[in-house]
């Protein structure tokens, strides 16, 4: 190693992270060029919860911008299916965007999914990967060499769709969970050191809008079980069942406040259908629990995982290499992983629809950036000829990722979508 590459490594960990700032937000601006756009299919049933009461003076006096969504069998009231979540979050860059509006119109007279709307989801999406990845740097960095978390922190945001779903199509529910399951990721040791109520209190709230704004993400609270934590408590399974004995007095605390987030999305179901709870869902479920189609969730062309991310294969080998060697928090991820992907499976739509990449993987690339340090650090740091392999490919699926992100067009989805059209697309971005 020469002199001089101390120097540059440090430059570039000190520099990295504001780069990859600096990089999406401008390519967020780029790509949203009629930002009002955003509010259609899926993010405007999110979206909603703001737009209504807020803006249209209640469900019963919204206008949808499609026919998707409609009122309630019954009632006036437009129906969404969706949970109140990821509005939640969304929320108070919205009404900076619609106070940015007033200041500059005078008047505040809007159905609020104008482009100023638009450009508040935006923000609130790149503030939330942003702070997700700051969070994990600092998380992941007590364990493993900065510059290897630099490499694997890069590979989840920049060569999977975790920054497609930050910038060219915000305002669905996938970067607000994985920033939500970030911090519970990033809480669970603080719970075991300090086990008082205030600490309770934040696990349930933290839990409650997990499970919130996608009831799968309930899966997160296996993390308490299997997470390497040498703390007072955080042992293996029986230690962490006395901790649990021990400070069972808190169970309340937590569960109030995960009724207490729960409590406003109850209140409109009851509003709306007369019932507390409600599968707000109707007809669509787990129609092939029986058939999961497994291999097309991960391989197919239609969104399959590993197709449009194929980066994830270096945390899968991490995976399979704590598996190896008996590592606990390894069981845990390879638990959450293959859980989720059955109940995917298992969905009625398995490709979940006109997506880049099987979009339901997005919040669970949190878990994945553990294995995937394990094997950059474990596996090819003690060889040089492999750390330089390991970019090259990792640098090209970068390139790739984010050349699909770019030249995405909705659907890339059966039956038009074909292995020839995938092919057509990569060829693009082939230099010539």
């Given at each position: ?8 490594r440090r430059f570039?960990?000190?520099?990295y992270f ?8 401008v390519?967020?601006?780029h790509l ?13 049933g999110?979206y ?6 807020f803006?249209s003076?209640g469900f019963?006096q919204y206008?949808p ?11 006036d ?8 979540g990821t509005?939640l979050?969304?929320?108070?860059f919205v ?6 509006y007033v ?21 609130a999406?790149?503030?939330?990967s942003?702070?997700?990845?700051w ?9 493993f060499?900065?510059w ?7 590979g989840?945001?920049l060569g999977?769709?975790?920054l497609?779903y930050?910038?060219?199509e915000?305002?669905?529910s996938?970067?607000?969970?994985l920033f ?5 990721l ?8 300090e ?7 934040l ?5 409650g809008?997990?499970?919130l704004?996608r009831p799968?993400?309930s899966i997160?609270?296996?993390y308490?079980?299997f997470?390497?934590m040498?703390l007072?408590?955080g042992?293996?399974?029986?230690e962490?069942w006395?901790f649990?004995?021990k ?16 409590f406003p999305?109850m209140?409109?179901w009851?509003?709306?259908t007369?019932?507390?709870?409600y599968?707000?869902?109707d ?16 391989f197919d062309?239609q ?13 899968a080998i ?5 598996l190896?060697h ?6 845990g991820?390879?638990?959450?992983v ?7 499976a298992?969905?009625h739509?398995w ?9 339901c993987?997005v919040?669970?690339?949190v878990?994945?950036?553990i ?8 596996i090819?740091a003690c060889s040089?000829r492999a750390?330089?392999v390991?970019s ?6 970068i390139y790739?990722?984010l050349?699909l ?6 659907p890339w989805?059966?039956p038009?979508?074909t ?8 060829g693009?971005?082939?230099p010539v």
């Amino acid at each position: 190693m020469t002199p001089k590459a101390p120097t540059v490594r440090r430059f570039i960990l000190r520099h990295y992270f504001s780069l990859l700032a600096a990089f999406t937000i401008v390519a967020g601006i780029h790509l949203q060029k009629y930002p009002d756009l955003i509010f259609s299919s899926d993010p405007e049933g999110y979206y909603m919860y703001i737009a209504a009461p807020f803006f249209s003076g209640g469900f019963n006096q919204y206008k949808p911008s499609s026919e998707v969504y409609t009122p309630y069998t019954g009632t006036d009231k437009v129906f969404s299916k969706y949970t109140y979540g990821t509005a939640l979050l969304e929320a108070p860059f919205v009404f900076v965007a619609h106070f940015i509006y007033v200041c500059k119109e005078g008047h505040h007279n809007t159905h609020g999914r104008l482009p100023e709307h638009g450009f508040g989801v935006l923000a609130a999406y790149i503030f939330y990967s942003l702070l997700s990845l700051w969070m994990l740097r600092r998380f992941l960095e007590k364990r493993f060499d900065p510059w290897w978390v630099m490499f694997a922190l890069c590979g989840l945001f920049l060569g999977s769709n975790w920054l497609f779903y930050t910038i060219k199509e915000p305002g669905n529910s996938h970067v607000a969970s994985l920033f939500v399951i970030t911090c519970w990721l990033v809480f669970a040791p603080r719970l075991f050191r300090e086990p008082n109520a205030k600490n309770f209190a934040l696990a349930g709230l933290l839990f409650g809008l997990t499970s919130l704004i996608r009831p799968t993400n309930s899966i997160a609270i296996l993390y308490l079980l299997f997470a390497e934590m040498p703390l007072p408590g955080g042992g293996n399974l029986k230690e962490r069942w006395h901790f649990l004995v021990k400070n069972v007095r808190f169970i309340p605390v937590s569960a109030a406040m995960v009724i207490l987030v729960w409590f406003p999305q109850m209140w409109y179901w009851h509003s709306i259908t007369g019932n507390w709870l409600y599968y707000s869902y109707d007809e669509e479920g787990f129609n092939n629990w029986q058939s999961p189609r497994i291999l097309n969730v991960l391989f197919d062309v239609q969104n399959g995982l590993f197709i449009y991310a194929p980066i994830l294969f270096m945390p899968a080998i991490g995976l399979l290499y704590g598996l190896y060697h008996r590592r606990r928090e390894a069981i845990g991820i390879a638990a959450i992983v293959g859980i989720l992907t059955y109940l995917f499976a298992s969905w009625h739509t398995w490709s979940f629809g006109g997506a880049y990449g099987h979009r339901c993987y997005v919040e669970w690339l949190v878990f994945l950036s553990i294995p995937f340090c394990w094997f950059l650090q474990e596996i090819i740091a003690c060889s040089r000829r492999a750390q330089w392999v390991a970019s090259g490919i990792s640098l090209s699926l970068i390139y790739v990722s984010l050349g699909l992100t770019y030249l995405y067009q909705w659907p890339w989805e059966r039956p038009g979508w074909t292995w020839h059209k995938l092919m057509e697309t990569l060829g693009k971005l082939i230099p010539v």
